[in-house]
């Protein structure tokens, strides 16, 4: 059982926003910054978001995230088929002295 | 350009042993964090283990802790994860990976995310 939750799933036709949730606790998101990676099954995952919403360089405005307490979000504008994918939170845990992953949740673009 | 490149992983028993190797290229190697994130057949990402920049200061995931060794050689480029004890649990797809930042403190440096992945490479535990 993860310490983040994240849903497992997520849907949208393309051209829509969707957002994706990552609910924490104050011993990871209430105390340090998330990070959000995409995952394409059989491919190496790739930073979206770092310090809870700043893009790396070469990541679409379309991608975009806050942190508010204890959780973060994830939002996709302007929905392409190449979104489809896994998505994750990631967060420095006080806790247990590590990172920790949300469990995930899978993109479907209808 | 930066880049990760594993080797190792395989076949393993349970109770059994094995090395997963990851050699970097095109960043100053020395000064950033490196760790394995694994996931299992069926699962989400899965953090294992990190190597901090500099000092080498090192973390790792309660499963896996005291039966996971990492380690860096900075004469080769390479960090390296040495896994004994396996079980099948530990069966998944091993990913090697750098921090971005050269933050030496974890708790900041996490925040700053892993930029660089390597292809992954497939261990599997068998009883």
């Known amino acids: 059982q993860s310490l983040l939750s994240q849903p497992p799933s997520a849907s949208e036709t393309p051209g829509q926003r969707v957002s994706i949730s990552c609910s924490g606790s104050t011993s990871n998101i209430g105390s340090n910054s998330v990070t959000w990676y995409q995952h394409v099954p059989g491919a190496a995952p790739k930073l979206l978001i770092y310090?809870?919403?700043q893009r790396p360089s070469g990541v679409p405005e379309r991608f975009s995230a806050s942190k508010g307490g204890t959780s973060a979000s994830l939002a996709i504008s302007g929905l392409q088929s190449e979104d489809e994918a896994d998505y994750y939170c990631?967060?420095?845990?006080?806790?247990?002295?590590?990172?920790?992953f949300g469990g995930g949740t899978r993109l479907t673009v209808l | 350009e930066p880049q990760l490149e594993q080797s190792g992983g395989g076949l393993a028993q349970t109770g059994g042993s094995l090395r997963l190797s990851c050699v970097a290229s095109?960043?100053?190697?020395?000064?950033?964090?490196m760790s394995w994130v694994r996931q299992a057949p069926g699962k989400g990402l899965e953090w294992v283990s990190t190597i901090s920049g500099r000092h080498d200061n090192t973390y790792y995931a309660d499963s896996v802790k005291g039966r996971f060794t990492i380690s860096r050689d900075t004469s080769k480029n390479t960090v390296e994860l040495l896994m004994n004890s396996l079980r099948v649990d530990d069966t998944g797809v091993y990913y090697c990976a750098k921090d971005s930042s050269e933050i030496v403190i974890m708790m900041y440096a996490s925040g700053y995310g892993m930029d660089v992945w390597g292809q992954g490479t497939t261990v599997t535990v068998s009883s």
């Open positions: 310090n809870n919403r």
């Open positions: 990631a967060v420095w845990d006080d806790s247990v002295n590590g990172r920790v």
């Open positions: 095109g960043f100053n190697f020395d000064s950033h964090g």
